[in-house]
């Protein structure tokens, strides 16, 4: 069966670099799933996890935002923040979503201190989907 080979890059360097079956992620248009041959494209990502297919086991990658280029025999996503499971801090991420919680909780004016305190809360959730918590 033919692979296609997937890059996970931030500005700190490579977070993955392996050849999969199928890649799946959450653009701001939607979910996209990616075989090899995929047509060019570029899409805009959300906060979501990345999906990486192989045979029957399936890895995940937590992205925060980015892009993904596809190519037919190569994908790239270049993301703001990528973690592996094993990198990730969960007492870390159970402390971001608790503090986005109580913020989100709070009546604020200022509409800003609520969008962010929404988005950390989406990065933190998805950082403990991805981390099996």
């Known amino acids: 069966m033919p692979t296609v080979n997937v890059n996970v890059v931030t500005p700190d360097g490579k977070v993955y670099d392996g050849d999969v079956d199928m890649v799946s992620v959450r653009t701001v248009d939607g979910e996209l799933g990616i075989l090899p041959k995929h047509i060019p494209l570029v899409a805009p990502l959300t906060v979501g996890a990345v999906r990486l297919k192989k045979g029957s086991s399936v890895e995940k990658v937590a992205v925060s ?34 503090r986005a919680e109580q913020r989100l909780g709070e009546i604020r004016q ?11 809360l989406q990065r933190a959730m998805n950082r403990l989907d991805v981390s099996g918590q």
Do not use: H, N, Y
């Open 65 to 98: 935002g980015g892009f993904i280029e596809v190519r037919p025999d190569q994908v790239t996503i270049l993301a703001e923040a990528a973690e592996l499971p094993s990198d990730i801090d969960v007492d870390r991420a159970k402390q971001a979503k608790e």
């Open 110 to 120: 200022d509409q800003i201190d609520s969008k962010r305190a929404q988005l950390s």
